[in-house]
Every structure is written in C-alpha cells, then in structure tokens.
C-alpha cells in the first residue's frame, strides 16, 4: 500500500463538554453501563482533568468528559446515537426534544448539561 492510499486521519475517541464535567460523566456513565477509565497508575484524576469512560464491555468508544467555562448555547454539529429506553434516560434527567413522527424513527434528547443524543429502539427488545 502506498502512503498515499493511507487515510490522514484514524478515528481515536468521542468528546463532550461540560460545565459540570464530573457530574456529567457520572451521568452518562449510568446512562451507557459506562465506567471511569483510572488513570494507568492506578491513581485518581485530579477534579479539574477530563474524565475519561469507558464501555465495561469494551465494545463501545472511549468518551471524554471534558470541562469547560461556558454553558452549551447553540445546536451540537456531532452527536451520540444510542440503543435505550427514553422513558428510563428521562427519569435519569434527559430531556425529550422530539419523538418520533412521519419524519423521524428516533428520539430526539439532550442530556443534563443539553447535549443532543438520538435514541433508537434496541433491536434486542423488538425481537
């Protein structure tokens, strides 16, 4: 293969913003059956850093939960697509934005801090 033929760029890992980067990534660790990822010592992150999480199964990607100073004002341009239970990510503290219609098959939400994510039907429980 030729290094041309070789894409720029390889997917590494997801990252949102938060205001609340702690609670946050505690939120869409219980969303996802996440976990904290330690760091490689073992040790604790300080409170200011990122938090990384991760998929206890390790099928799903590394998330960063990352802080920032500023609240979210405008619409997200990338977003999360999950298999889930709106009703049950709504009494966790998601919002419902939109439900399905002739438009759409999939929940629109945004999670505690308003980050949009899509909710889908898992194909396990319509089986």
């Known amino acids: 293969m ?9 997917f590494k890992d997801l990252a949102l913003d938060a205001v609340d980067h702690q609670a946050l990534a505690d939120w869409w660790c219980a969303a996802l059956g996440y976990e904290r990822s330690a760091m490689a010592d073992g040790s604790e992150r300080p409170q200011h850093w990122p938090v990384p999480i991760v998929d206890r199964t390790g099928n ?17 341009r ?12 709504v009494a966790m503290g998601a919002a419902q934005v939109r439900a399905p219609d ?3 098959d999939w929940y629109v939400m945004i999670d505690p801090e308003g980050n949009e994510f899509c909710v889908f039907a898992d194909p396990k429980e319509m089986a």
Request: hydrophobic residues 35%; aromatic residues 4%.
């Open 2 to 10: 030729k290094n041309e033929d070789v894409a720029p760029g390889r």
């Open 60 to 76: 799903g990607p590394l998330i960063w939960i990352n802080p920032v100073l500023e609240p979210k004002t405008t619409k997200n």
């Open 78 to 89: 990338m977003h999360l697509d999950v298999w889930g239970s709106p009703d049950r990510l």
């Open 102 to 104: 002739q438009e759409i």
